[in-house]
């Protein structure tokens, strides 16, 4: 989403770092630069102000214009006052210091994924937080939206508020809180009805639900992709009924990020969630240093540990690596491993997370990061009998055309993935051959194939 607004920034300070020394000029210029770049991001311009007078104010300091290495000075204050934009470090979590049943009011305009984003927190509720949860549709006005609620419920293995026709919101939130004391929930989640844009009549059902349940959290559900039509709708719903925190929905689309910068200064209230895909297991707590980092090409090792340690079957993954280690490797180990990458998500959004990968994303293109070349791999290699899947080196032409014929590819393609994996596998024996000592002592050219590597000149 950052990714327009995160190559510029990086080619300011690639400028930057080019000087011996900052002159007050190179500063203004850096900062008109960051700013146009900003703009050109949606970024809200009462932000954008407050933003480049802090960086200006820091950078126009002694200790920039003299410091050793100036350029990497100013990407420090810019990434120290972007963390400061999206609220300061450290995420902020869901406040669930209250009596059960705790109301979570979710409001926001239709069509932002305020439904899909109660179904996901429910589930990340009850499975990390080990908390019972119940789940209410109040959204009378869309068609089944109160059965689209109750399939999601029983998709994350919720629990949902059974629909009585002809209710009103406020009597269903009413019911949703009565059926929460009495059958022992631990939080209730209430989804509003949406609007296509703010009116007087959303507010006052709003308000008149928020006076019935008194919820612990108001969570005001916006869509990314609207950029500056976000922020406006957050701050009208913040004036109208006080919002305690945001969650950004479609924050693996190609907006262009300026919404999720505004949103603090705007409403005064931290985005606590991001959701980024249709899966109830797409929502991460949102860590304004990372995603800082991601827009300045420092990468988020911390947010991609998190990423595989909640994603990959760690079983699974060390039965590979040890099958890798010893040769023994595979085409249905390498399905399997293609299967852990799917899970991880997008590669392009795995390489983001992956300090100065920025540029090299941009040099691979899109059909580089192109992830249908793995899933055309696994339906080659589902196309295979045990026994080729197992001793590759039996696969010959006539075989060869059956696979093809089998997956819907051509012999050119189940050619490309015998040949990567043949590599794959060569590697991983010269690995095990030499050992660690081995790979200390010669480096990576021992790992290539013989004639690849460049002849050394003599000194």
């Not at 802090?54 to 972007?82: F, T």
């Not at 008194?214 to 500056?228: C, F, K, R, S």
């Amino acid at each position: 989403m950052f990714d327009a607004l995160s190559g510029k920034l990086t080619g300011v300070f690639d400028k930057l770092r080019q000087r011996g020394a900052l002159s007050e000029a190179d500063v203004t210029e850096a900062m008109r630069e960051v700013r146009l770049a900003m703009l050109d991001a949606d970024v809200a311009l009462p932000v954008v102000k407050d933003f480049t007078n802090k960086v200006r104010e820091r950078a126009i300091g002694h200790e920039v214009l003299d410091s050793i290495s100036p350029g990497q000075a100013v990407a420090k204050i810019v990434n120290d006052a972007l963390i400061d934009a999206l609220g300061g470090a450290g995420a902020v979590p869901l406040n669930l210091n209250a009596a059960a049943p705790i109301a979570i009011l979710m409001v926001g305009l239709q069509g932002s994924g305020k439904t899909t984003t109660s179904g996901k927190i429910a589930l990340r509720l009850q499975t990390r937080e080990r908390r019972r949860v119940l789940l209410a549709s109040l959204d009378t006005q869309r068609p089944a939206a109160q059965l689209q609620l109750a399939q999601l419920a029983e998709k994350a293995r919720v629990a949902s508020l059974p629909i009585v026709p002809g209710e009103t919101p406020v009597q269903i939130a009413r019911r949703a809180m009565e059926t929460g004391r009495r059958e022992g929930f631990d939080i209730v989640i209430l989804d509003t009805a949406g609007r296509l844009s703010i009116d007087e009549a959303l507010m006052a059902e709003v308000r008149d639900i928020r006076a019935e349940t008194n919820p612990t959290e108001t969570l005001l559900v916006v869509d990314a992709m609207t950029g500056q039509d976000a922020v406006n709708t957050a701050k009208s719903f913040n004036e109208a009924v006080g919002v305690t925190g945001i969650v950004m929905t479609r924050m693996d689309g190609d907006a262009r990020g300026g919404a999720a910068l505004s949103m603090r200064h705007i409403t005064g209230a931290p985005i606590k969630l991001t959701g980024s895909g249709e899966k109830l297991e797409a929502l991460e707590e949102f860590h304004p240093e990372r995603v800082a980092g991601r827009i300045l090409g420092l990468g988020d090792l911390a947010g991609l540990v998190e990423k595989a340690s909640e994603t990959l079957d760690h079983e699974e993954t060390e039965k590979l690596a040890l099958k890798m280690m010893r040769g023994k490797f595979d085409l249905d180990d390498y399905a399997a491993q293609i299967r852990q990458i799917d899970k991880m998500g997008s590669i392009g959004g795995i390489l983001d997370m992956l300090p100065g990968m920025g540029k090299i994303k941009d040099q691979i293109g899109e059909k580089g990061l192109d992830t249908r070349v793995l899933k055309r791999h696994t339906a080659i290699i589902s196309s295979m009998t045990k026994a080729e899947r197992r001793t590759p080196d039996i696969i010959k032409a006539s075989r060869k055309k059956r696979i093809a014929a089998g997956s819907g590819a051509t012999v050119q393609e189940v050619n490309r993935l015998l040949k990567q994996f043949d590599d794959m596998s060569t590697m991983m024996k010269r690995i095990n051959k030499l050992g660690a000592k081995g790979l200390m002592r010669h480096g990576l050219s021992a790992l290539m194939p013989k004639g690849s590597m460049p002849p050394q000149r003599p000194h």
